[in-house]
């Protein structure tokens, strides 16, 4: 395995090949494998293109050859920041085919967080698009190879600039006369680095392997019952591992489904093609579905295609689930687990108390599950406690970062999730984040990198980012602040002053509480669950 990557203990691994949950497939077979039995179906609707299963590989083999002809070699790093789209799926596969490892970005990060990710993972490449909206890609990419001379290969799905090679260039690129077929990767080498929710200032790198992630995506689609008759909506970054294989287009993929990829995230625009595609699955989260409740949409469009809408990312509240339930005719599906590994997932057949409660429950039945006390010690079914877990697909430990991985795994390889869940049988009901985590619609933010940034402003003195209830997003971010002797900060002065940092902007305040003293533990702790309380006093109060 890739140098730098904990392994699966051997025993464990052969347990898990022997009772076929790795399959010794990689990412990009798991496709073919689909595309064979049906080349002509439609695997992928993006505005007006469709494309079938034959067609797609295709194309991402050819693009597959592009980069190898650009000099991008297996086990190579490549940052991926696409928005969702085509080039999207073709750059996922084609990099899966070559055994090269995408490192999944999503489109709202910044010059930070992308320097983060390239450093940490060593990239050798780095893949854009040109302008979205009034943010230009091609600059920040210009800026990151001045900054990292191992970055060898920026390319841009638009119009690269100098030096840039543009995408569609590659799949014209034709592989040397005689020069043998790409090699094949080994399906236990690392095949994909997805993003930590970030319990540290940046997010952690989370090596999948072909043989776990094909199984993650393989389980997860079974769970949510797709089959080859499903229609898939992606609206949510498909670089997130919820939309790429929990179960996403890689479940989709798998059963040979069609995905059809959202134009935008406009509500009329979603039901207008829920309608015109006979969409029977969306995956979405808490802010999106709010929304289309408050906005009566079901009234407006047919919705009789709907089978199943997906949550993910954030708890949707029982309320929610129930009227999407009677005003949508379709289940809700609660999507519930981390980009580590463990998924869990409520089923169509489970009863209403587990379907409109619960979190779900494991989709595999190789799952380890357990939760623990402050002592790490198990609890009793119904009581609180942090959700540990190991498993075939969840993994050992995180890329290059020892440090990190002795405060994350618990003896024997057992993953802290940090979330406080109480379990009932297999099912587990999420309460809310052990560590210091704002959840903003599924994105979370960490206080301590925010907090760190706010304390090199001037006129603060002391700051604690909490969290405050959102009606849509569940949460948003609220700074506290004690100033300096005086100095009186505005919100817009300190959200601008962020900016200047460079920095993902749902990572941004929305409120700013001005305070003269903070609640302190004994030991001068500031004591957070208190001063939530207070911010929520104050908004209920008008101030």
């Given at each position: 395995?890739?140098?730098?990557?904990?392994?699966?203990?051997?025993?464990?691994?052969?347990?898990?090949?022997?009772?076929?949950?790795?399959?010794?497939?990689?990412?990009?077979?798991?496709?073919?494998?689909?595309?064979?039995?049906m080349p002509e179906k439609i695997a992928v609707v993006h505005q007006a293109s469709r494309v079938s299963y034959a067609a797609l590989v295709a194309n991402s083999s050819r693009l597959a050859d592009g980069?190898?002809?650009?000099?991008?070699?297996?086990?190579?790093?490549i940052v991926v920041q696409l928005p969702n789209g085509l080039d999207f799926v073709y750059v996922y596969l084609a990099l899966a085919r070559l055994g090269a490892i995408p490192v999944m970005a999503l489109r709202a990060h910044r010059h930070a967080e992308v320097r983060h990710f390239i450093g940490a993972s060593s990239a050798a490449g780095y893949v854009v698009a040109d302008v979205?909206?009034?943010?230009?890609?091609?600059?920040?990419?210009?800026?990151?190879?001045?900054?990292?001379?191992a970055l060898r290969h920026v390319v841009v799905a638009g119009e690269p600039h100098p030096g840039q090679v543009a995408l569609r260039s590659l799949y014209d690129a034709s592989p040397d006369a005689g020069a043998a077929p790409l090699p094949r990767p080994d399906p236990g080498e690392v095949a994909t680095m997805l993003l930590s929710g970030g319990t540290t200032s940046m997010s952690k790198l989370i090596p999948r392997t072909h043989d776990d992630y094909v199984l993650n995506a393989r389980l997860c689609a079974a769970a949510a019952g797709f089959d080859a008759r499903t229609v898939l909506m992606a609206i949510l970054p498909l670089g997130?591992?919820?939309?790429?294989?929990?179960?996403?287009?890689?479940?989709a993929f798998r059963v040979g489904a069609t995905l059809v990829v959202a134009a935008s995230t406009d509500t009329e625009e979603i039901f207008a093609q829920v309608?015109?595609?006979?969409?029977?699955?969306?995956?979405?989260?808490?802010?999106?579905?709010?929304?289309?409740?408050?906005?009566?949409?079901?009234?407006?469009?047919?919705?009789?295609?709907?089978?199943?809408v997906q949550n993910g990312g954030a708890r949707l509240p029982p309320e929610l689930r129930a009227r999407l339930r009677s005003?949508?005719?379709?289940?809700?599906?609660?999507?519930?687990?981390?980009?580590?590994?463990?998924?869990?997932?409520?089923?169509?057949?489970?009863?209403?108390?587990?379907?409109?409660?619960?979190?779900?429950?494991?989709?595999?039945?190789?799952?380890?599950?357990?939760?623990?006390?402050?002592?790490?010690?198990?609890?009793?079914?119904?009581?609180?406690?942090?959700?540990?877990?190991?498993?075939?697909?969840?993994?050992?430990?995180?890329?290059?970062?020892?440090?990190?991985?002795?405060?994350a795994f618990l003896p024997g390889g057992w993953y802290r999730?940090?979330?406080?869940?109480?379990?009932?049988?297999?099912?587990?009901?999420?309460?809310?984040?052990?560590?210091?985590?704002?959840?903003?619609?599924?994105?979370?933010?960490?206080?301590?990198?925010?907090?760190?940034?706010?304390?090199?402003?001037?006129?603060?003195?002391?700051?604690?980012?909490?969290?405050?209830?959102?009606?849509?997003?569940?949460?948003?971010?609220?700074?506290?602040?004690?100033?300096?002797?005086?100095?009186?900060?505005?919100?817009?002065?300190?959200?601008?002053f962020l900016r200047a940092q460079r920095i993902a902007a749902f990572k941004l305040p929305e409120r700013l509480e001005l305070m003269t003293a903070f609640p302190l533990s004994p030991v001068g702790?500031?004591?957070?669950?208190?001063?939530?309380?207070?911010?929520?006093?104050?908004?209920?109060?008008?101030?």
């Open positions: 395995m890739l140098d730098g990557c904990v392994p699966w203990p051997e025993d464990l691994a052969a347990r898990y090949r022997d009772a076929g949950l790795w399959e010794g497939l990689t990412i990009f077979e798991m496709v073919e494998r689909t595309a064979a039995r980069f190898f002809a650009l000099g991008i070699r297996p086990l190579d790093r979205i909206g009034s943010f230009d890609y091609r600059e920040m990419a210009d800026e990151m190879r001045a900054a990292f001379p997130h591992n919820y939309n790429l294989a929990s179960p996403g287009l890689l479940g309608q015109r595609e006979r969409v029977t699955v969306i995956a979405a989260a808490v802010p999106l579905i709010s929304n289309w409740l408050a906005a009566g949409v079901a009234k407006r469009h047919d919705v009789s295609s709907l089978e199943i005003e949508f005719g379709c289940l809700p599906q609660e999507i519930y687990g981390t980009a580590e590994g463990l998924i869990n997932m409520t089923r169509r057949d489970d009863a209403d108390e587990e379907l409109l409660h619960s979190s779900g429950a494991p989709v595999s039945d190789f799952d380890e599950i357990k939760v623990v006390g402050d002592d790490d010690r198990e609890v009793a079914d119904g009581e609180p406690g942090e959700l540990v877990t190991r498993g075939p697909y969840t993994i050992r430990g995180y890329y290059r970062a020892p440090e990190k991985n002795a405060e999730m940090g979330d406080i869940v109480r379990r009932r049988g297999r099912h587990v009901y999420a309460e809310g984040r052990r560590k210091d985590l704002i959840n903003r619609g599924g994105e979370k933010i960490n206080c301590d990198e925010i907090e760190s940034l706010l304390y090199t402003h001037p006129k603060i003195k002391v700051v604690a980012l909490v969290a405050m209830s959102d009606p849509v997003f569940g949460e948003k971010a609220c700074a506290c602040v004690i100033a300096q002797p005086g100095e009186t900060p505005t919100l817009p002065e300190l959200v601008a702790k500031i004591l957070k669950r208190e001063l939530r309380e207070i911010v929520e006093g104050r908004i209920a109060g008008g101030a």
